[in-house]
């Protein structure tokens, strides 16, 4: 009895891992019991990051902003976007001579 309590030991009520694929699973009520407990887990989990951030934050208050953590930026196309080298910028002094110097 022992040997069998061991040998299921990090299995779910199912009898599978818990991190095996839900495609394994074939009765279509048992799969959709579980992804629903994945996603509430992975929901319950974020939320728990965001409430340790802001609480974080908030008992930065009194802290100067640096030590502080900084807010997170969302990714965007235009955050992400990587330069361009071959775009002349109005700051660099040496093209701006060459135009002024070509007479076209």
């Known amino acids: 009895d022992t040997s069998m309590k061991s040998s299921r030991a990090g299995l779910d009520s199912r009898g ?3 991190g095996d694929s839900l495609n394994d699973v074939r009765n279509k009520a048992v799969r959709s019991m579980l992804a629903q407990r994945r996603r509430a887990a992975i929901k319950k989990a974020k939320r728990e ?20 953590q900084p807010r997170q930026e969302p990714k965007t196309l235009e955050n992400m976007r990587k330069v361009d080298e071959t775009v002349v ?10 135009e002024a110097q070509d007479e076209f």
């Open 49 to 68: 990051v965001r409430l340790k951030r802001k609480q974080a934050n908030a008992a930065g208050d009194g802290e100067k902003e640096e030590q502080a």
């Open 89 to 98: 910028l109005a700051s660099e002094s040496d093209i701006a001579k060459e």
């Open 16 to 18: 599978a891992r818990a």
